[in-house]
């Protein structure tokens, strides 16, 4: 459970998504991790990109977003959210908000074929306790 900032109660962020899952357990892969990837869309723009991949900074954590449309205009500060385009996770749960790197930039073109962005997750990853695991119908 996440307090807003802006007085609207409390929400539910995405941490990752599940490795493996059983009765008893499941162990999750964060988004943190280089081997989670998580399809993902920017609020503003509705630009599609893939979330995976952070870094402890000194204030808090960055995430990369990679194999977003390079024809885009980006802000910083706008919500980026599960996009639901796997099937397996459901859509409009938020991740975090695009962030600026350490040079000022929201994003960064690679190869003249896509950009990438930073996000700052709106979950607290020093201060997790407890995880909602969503499993899907059989």
Request: proline content about 3%; charged content about 20%.
């Amino acid at each position: 459970k996440i307090t807003r900032s802006d007085g609207g109660g409390t929400s539910f962020a995405v941490v990752g998504r599940g490795k493996h899952v059983s009765k008893r357990e499941s162990v999750v892969s964060t988004i943190l991790s280089d081997d989670c990837a998580l399809s993902a869309m920017i609020s503003g723009s509705r630009a599609h990109g893939v979330v995976g991949s952070g870094r402890k900074t000194g204030k808090g954590f960055l995430v990369k977003v990679k194999f977003l449309p390079k024809d885009v205009q980006y802000t910083a500060g706008e919500f980026m959210y599960t996009s639901g385009l796997s099937g397996v996770t459901p859509s409009s749960i938020l991740i975090g908000r695009l962030a600026e790197d350490g040079e000022g930039r929201i994003v960064r073109i690679v190869d003249n074929l896509y950009a990438e962005a930073l996000i700052e997750p709106v979950a607290n990853f020093d201060n997790l306790h407890f995880l909602l695991v969503l499993v899907p119908e059989k």
